[in-house]
């Protein structure tokens, strides 16, 4: 398998703060990957990282296979980057924008710029400082994509957007990465978004790996499920299941989130004696939320 | 568009996919030899991931239910003669699922039958092949 990213016992601390702890992952070329995690997770860092922004402590990353350690910056001809906040020179106006990163880029695509800003329908002799954000980060990605990258780092790219922008936003990654085969790497809280349109998911906490998977994979090896017992649930029994991330009995309904093979699964329950049992459909924000909670994040209650 | 996704569901994307184009065929939305749109159609139209519709695609071409002609683009497959045996097969299982249901609900066979029967009636109204 080809990869677009990997990182091997990657380090960074802040002061005494460990952002990313011995990180290793592993990102297929060719994939839209989504990267969540709790805030403070250190997803920022490692974009950071890989952009060559910041540096590790140890460890290294290859990006399109290139160690982030070289410092020739050659590898930013190829990576198109749009930040959580989008870094640009305030008294530019977009037009000014476009022409640096012409003469920036090698690779840069003027026509392909022009078609994304006439999509977006952004205003070219606007100065940047009078933008909203929702506009800086469209052209930011017009920029990041004008310049053909192989590999797309997008931090929180459709935090603050409206839901026709958000919409356009997708789009226009989705066409890029159906054209071109381009890697897109991209952090966010918005799960509904990953959903839709990434075929790989890892989770972050506390700047180590929980999981990375993908979505398939992740989805079928995690279960909701609903049991009716004769009496009342043998609450023992359930808390005892191996795998299991969350439970409530109510009476004779007992409603269990857990992972493991269906089939393992389905024999163990067999043999609590449920009348009946039915499994329910389970979205990416529930499994996140149980799985963090699994690893001890959460709300106190 | 006339698929419908919903990507909460516990249901794979791409089965979704799947299933939706196999039911689109099997209505008479889609015609034998109709020309399907193309992978980065869907996924643009719809802000799906390109590769599960790939993935899809590639399994309903296993199926037999689209074919890809070199350069010319993906069809409707014209429907071939029917394998009876596999068709059993296949069906056996889903049927008996409904039995099961019909069993619990407490119907009799006569009534099952009727059942049965105005599904079927209904599918054809509705222009369905």
Redesign the interface.
């Known amino acids: 398998m080809d990869l677009a990213i990997e990182t091997r016992a990657l380090n960074k601390s802040f002061d005494n703060f460990k952002a990313i702890d011995e990180l290793d992952l592993t990102v297929p070329a060719g994939s839209i990957f989504g990267l969540i995690g709790p805030n403070g997770a250190g997803k920022t860092t490692l974009i950071q990282m890989l952009t060559g922004i910041i540096r590790p402590d140890s460890g290294d990353a290859f990006i399109l296979g290139c160690s982030i350690r070289t410092r020739d910056g050659s590898i930013r001809e190829r990576v198109g980057y749009v930040p959580d906040v989008p870094v640009m020179y305030p008294g530019f106006t977009v037009a000014e924008m476009y022409r640096l990163g012409s003469k920036l880029y090698p690779g840069w695509d003027g026509e392909h710029c022009r078609e994304l800003h006439q999509a977006f329908n952004l205003p070219a002799g606007q100065r940047i400082r009078h933008l909203s954000r929702g506009q800086k980060v469209q052209v930011s990605l017009v920029m990041a994509l004008a310049l053909r990258p192989r590999l797309l780092l997008l931090d929180e790219p459709t935090a603050g957007l409206d839901p026709v922008v958000r919409r356009a936003f997708l789009h226009t990654i989705i066409e890029e990465v159906a054209d071109r085969g381009t890697t897109v790497f991209y952090s966010t809280h918005n799960l509904n978004d990953l959903e839709q349109s990434a075929d790989h998911i890892a989770a972050l906490n506390q700047g180590r790996l929980v999981f990375n998977r993908s979505l398939e994979e992740l989805k079928g090896s995690i279960h909701r499920l609903q049991l009716v017992f004769k009496g009342e649930s043998p609450a023992e029994a359930i808390q005892a299941l191996p795998g299991l991330l969350n439970w409530q009995c109510k009476g004779r309904v007992a409603t269990i989130t857990i992972t493991g093979d269906q089939t393992a699964i389905y024999s163990v329950l067999a043999a609590l004696e449920p009348e009946q049992w039915e499994e329910m459909d389970l979205d990416l924000e529930s499994i996140f939320v149980d799985l963090m909670r699994a690893e001890g994040y959460g709300f106190a209650k | 568009m006339w698929l419908d996704i919903n990507?909460?569901?516990?249901t794979?994307i791409?089965q979704q996919v799947v299933d939706g184009i196999k039911e689109a065929v099997a209505r008479g939305i889609l015609s034998p030899g109709e020309r399907m749109p193309t992978?980065?159609e869907i996924?643009?139209e719809l802000?799906?991931?390109?590769?599960?519709i790939a993935k899809a695609y590639q399994k309903l071409e296993q199926e037999g239910v689209i074919e890809t002609m070199r350069s010319r683009g993906t069809f409707v497959a014209s429907r071939s003669s029917v394998d009876l045996n596999l068709a059993r097969k296949k069906l056996t299982g889903l049927v008996d699922k409904v039995l099961v249901e019909a069993y619990h609900l407490g119907l009799e066979r006569a009534e099952i039958e009727q059942l049965l029967a105005e599904s079927l009636d209904n599918w054809v109204k509705r222009g369905g092949k």
Not at chain 2, 7 to 10: A, F
């Open positions: 990507p909460r569901l516990s794979p791409y992978v980065r996924a643009a802000s799906l991931n390109p590769n599960t």
